[in-house]
């Protein structure tokens, strides 16, 4: 029996948990046009455990860059859901702004 | 020094997955009359991935495997949380389901409309003004 598998598969499922309070907190605090840079930091993960030697370790950081790049395509529909109020609404003079923001509002924002 | 691709394979898997799986879960709730067959489908073959997962000793596979299995079940509580979206009208309701359209009539909250298809204006939005604001 090999419980590598398996074993990760429950792993991921708690990485991937941890997902919703960051598209939920990503969108609140940032805007949903941090899915640049939420996206960005995914791949970037990614391709970081390529070069992590331990088995373990290289599911664990890929899983990570997934979840981001996952949350990134889920930032947009967040905002709308802020917006129907069935999440708390923080507007945009309150968020943080990040550079290039105005720039990044002018492009689609993904969605699957 | 060695390049290790297991964290590429689990991060690809875990992604579709996850997609499909999305997609698959709202799909099969509004068609379905009786959700629990699709749930019992759902755990049925996570249970037969995980079980492959288990018997091979190939890495790569064993961790595509554990992930889809685990994803496979996690589908079918999804189902049945899909169907309490469609309650809330977090989802929209299909009519034409018998299941739906009881939600429907039982539900003041449900509703036929997907609230979420739009962009974001920048501010809130009131019931009334949701539904005007769909574009697509």
Redesign the interface.
């Known amino acids: 029996?090999?419980?590598?598998?398996?074993?990760?598969?429950?792993i991921?499922?708690l990485i991937?948990g941890l997902g919703f309070p960051l598209v939920i907190r990503g969108e609140r605090y940032f805007g949903?046009w941090a899915w640049v840079y939420m996206m960005s930091a995914g791949f970037l993960i990614?391709i970081a455990?390529?070069?992590?030697?331990n088995?373990w370790l290289?599911?664990?950081?890929?899983?990570i860059?997934?979840?981001f790049?996952?949350g990134s395509t889920e930032l947009?529909?967040q905002?709308?859901?802020a917006?129907?109020?069935?999440f708390p609404?923080n507007?945009?003079s309150r968020k943080i702004k990040l550079p290039f923001a105005d720039v990044i509002k002018k492009w689609k924002?993904p969605h699957? | 020094?060695?390049?290790?691709?297991?964290?590429?394979?689990?991060?690809?898997t875990?992604?579709l997955a996850?997609?499909i799986g999305?997609?698959a879960v709202r799909k099969i709730e509004a068609e379905s009359h009786n959700i629990k067959i699709p749930m019992l489908i759902a755990i049925t073959l996570g249970l037969i991935t995980?079980y492959f997962?288990?018997?091979?000793?190939n890495?790569q596979?064993?961790?595509?495997?554990?992930?889809?299995?685990?994803?496979l079940l996690?589908d079918a509580f999804e189902i049945y949380r899909q169907q309490n979206r469609i309650k809330h009208g977090?989802a929209p309701a299909n009519p034409n389901n018998p299941r739906h359209a009881k939600i429907l009539a039982e539900y003041s909250t449900a509703t036929t409309l997907d609230?979420?298809k739009?962009?974001?204006?920048?501010?809130?939005?009131s019931p009334e003004e949701?539904p005007k604001l769909i574009t697509h």
Not at chain 1, 49 to 53: C, D, E, Y
Not at chain 2, 53 to 57: A, G, I, P, Q, Y
Not at chain 2, 61 to 71: K, M, P
Request: aromatic share 14%; net charge negative; proline share 2%.
């Open positions: 029996m090999n419980f590598f598998g398996i074993l990760i598969g429950i991921t499922f991937i949903y990614i455990s390529i070069f992590v030697q088995d290289s599911v664990i950081v890929g899983v860059g997934a979840t790049v996952w947009k529909e905002a709308v859901r917006e129907l109020g069935w609404f507007p945009a924002a699957l | 020094m060695n390049l290790n691709f297991l964290g590429v394979t689990a991060a690809i875990a992604f996850i997609w999305h997609m995980e997962s288990l018997t091979t000793f890495l596979l064993s961790t595509a495997l554990g992930i889809l299995g685990i994803t996690w977090h609230l979420l739009r962009d974001p204006i920048g501010r809130q939005v949701a």
